[in-house]
């Protein structure tokens, strides 16, 4: 048997994933059910020279890992619910100091403490507007191990082209379920490194001003320059100013940097969706019961078909407009009040079309739940 | 090189008001620095939010100004992924104590070596003059209109008691130990606090009636006595000024390296 096939828990599989990213600093605070992503990295990461560090709290963590990716560092911290409710102003933070950073929620039923060992994915709305102000976000998930892998390596590549934080989204049942994983090989998939300046030491270097292509070369704090950074608006040396005109340049620099590269960061995948009548769209854990529905319904002649969204932030308004052009129905099955029917319902042209199905009672969606609620919305025998 | 050197033009003028006590800091600070002929490229000063916080963006290091009361999470961050770089994190009194209390104890116990200056004015100024931890049992502030009831912090027992191993304080009219002071901070291996009593004259001086910058100062050379002197016996009532604690324990950078020693051994 080949030892590059595990055997492993989602939580274990991002671990996997960020190793393989280079990640070599973590910080984060135990909480259900994300814990095991920090007990594994505790283990694995001074093995290979890198740092783990428990803070104080989740506050602590997301401010941690920033400082730590000035230094040159790939960072990641890891959390769910109540842990990324309190991030969100550090969240914000590495927004507008355009910090490369990965932040991991498996979430689980809220409000509040809510429902900790139970299914939940309530925190999409949190990841988009979380904290505080205009700005753009990039937000990931995955249903399988396979995929957990990739996005993990993914979300690592994006937060370094875009100098930006990026959240994985996962849920409990990905990150607690065991299934297959098959190791990719060390050169498998393409990883981008820290893009670093070129600018010779004397020479004036501007930490905030982006290159032709849009991206902005760092430089590592405890190399030979010296500038300031700041989650106040600044110009491009990162002097805090007030000037409408950096106010409003750098505003829309942050959105624009990531909403004007929607098809870049998009990551989906479809099944049997060139001549579906009904479009299932779903993510992470909900998707693959999205999935069996779909598999066992076209055999028997129902013209179904599923797309999986695997980037959620910023939402891929063109994409969704065009694989449900020709869908009689779409039905949106995620475990939440319908967070990404609304976004669904803004990129399609027949909004009304557009149904939830859901479950918010920490309790794992079915195939059998969702085609029951087919069977309801459709008035036949889906 | 002249202290000039280690500061950034671009930045100036400052933010802070006339009288303003952290000036001295910032020179003194700077002087420090100078005469210990540190390389501008090994020192990372991280701080928060507030008056004091701003003392970042006037050195020419690498510099941090990151959220309220969470600079030492930040520079624990920047320490221990690069434990080579000089880590300095200047706070406000309610920076440092109130918001980010947490964050100051848990550096202090993990003795990690950072040199923490707690720039205590007693006050937020920032905001227009509400009342800190620091501000102490019966003074004046926009938020305690009646005077206030919240008893105070000392900085000083504070630190001791969440394991800080240097831990020491002074004044800004102690111009030539708060340089002394800041020096053996940033040499001290471990976390390392300073207290500074900083006047604010435009707020809490003015709430609290204590006058001039000038009127102030004298209060800190008079309130103030070298730590276990004869005049503190005398009176109980002054402020100990000095090193309290300077000692060696395991440093939290040190440890990790250990446990990456013993990690990569299986």
Redesign the interface.
Known sequence: MKNNVKFIQGNEVCVEAALYAGLD?F?GYPITPSTEIAEHLA?RL??I?G?F?Q???E???M???????????K?MTATSGPGFSLMQ??LG?AVMAEIPCVIVNVQRGGPSTGIPTHVSQGDVMQARWGTHGDHAIVAMTASTHQDVFAITVEAFNIAETYRTPVILLFDEVVGHMRERLVMPAPDEIPLVQRLRTSVKEGIDYHPYLPREDGRLPMS?????H???????YHDM?G??SDNPQVVHGLLRHLVDKIENNVDQIARYKEYYLDDAEYVLISYGSAARSALHVVEHLRPRGERIGLLELQTLWPFPNDLVREKCEGARYMFVVELNMGQIRQAVQTAVERPDRVFLVNRIDGVFITPTDIRNMLRMITGKGV | MAVKNYL?E??MPHIWCPGCGHGTVLNGLVRAIESMGMS???I?M?SGIGCSSRI??YV????????HG?AL??????????P??NVIVPMGDGDALAIGG??FI?AARRNIDITAIVMNNRIYGMTGGQYSPLSGYGTLATTAPYTNIDQGFDVVELSKAAGATFVARTTSYHVKQITDIIQQAILHEGFAVVEILSQCPTYFGRKNKEGSAVDMMKRFKENTTPIGSKAKQENPELIERGIFVQKELPEYCNE?EK??Q???A?
Not at chain 1, 226 to 232: H, S
């Open positions: 600093f910080a283990t001074p093995q020279g740092k560090i803070m104080e709290d506050i602590a963590s401010c941690a890992i920033i400082g730590a990716s000035l230094t040159g560092h960072v102003e550090a933070y590592d704090f405890g190399s030979v010296r500038y300031n950074v700041t989650g106040l040396w002097f805090p | 950034r671009r930045f501008k490229n090994e990372v991280v970042s963006g020419d290091f690498h510099t941090l100004h990151t959220i969470r999470a930040f520079a624990t961050g920047v320490k221990m992924s690069k080579e770089l947490n964050h848990h990790y446990i990456i013993r990690a990569s299986k």
